[in-house]
Nanobody, 119 residues
Framework: QVQLVESGGGLVQPGGSLKLSCRAP????????RGWYRQALGKEREMVAV???????DYADSVSGRAIVSKDDFENTVDLQMNNLNLDDTALYYC?????????????WGQGTQVTVSS
């Protein structure tokens, strides 16, 4: 069982910023992509930001210009910096690692970290 360790969620005022961090065990190799998804109450999980191993990045339109995703290959981490937060950013945020190893795809998820934007 691969455990992704997430940190950085919490309560933030509208217009504020926060940084989410996720660390995968060093045993996770051959990463194709890593990133962040979120699920708001009553809604489906959606992609927030994903960075591929070759550095290509994809952002959701709703966070484009407000979010920066970054990775550290040595530490096996992926971070998400989000600025100018608004009420619609309130959600449970999950980190995700996808890759190909030993002849099959893997798709690992963190347990989620809550981000609440409220005044």
């Amino acid at each position: 069982q691969v455990q992704l360790v997430e940190s950085g969620g919490g309560l933030v005022q509208p217009g504020g910023s926060l940084k989410l961090s996720c660390r995968a065990p060093q045993s996770v190799h051959s990463i194709y992509s890593r990133g962040w998804y979120r699920q708001a109450l009553g809604k489906e999980r959606e992609m927030v930001a994903v960075i591929r191993n070759d550095g290509v990045i994809d952002y959701a339109d709703s966070v484009s210009g407000r979010a920066i995703v970054s990775k550290d290959d040595f530490e096996n981490t992926v971070d998400l910096q989000m600025n100018n937060l608004n009420l619609d950013d309130t959600a449970l945020y999950y980190c995700n690692y996808k890759g190909w190893e030993q002849g099959k795809w893997y798709d690992y998820w963190g347990q989620g970290t809550q981000v609440t934007v409220s005044s």
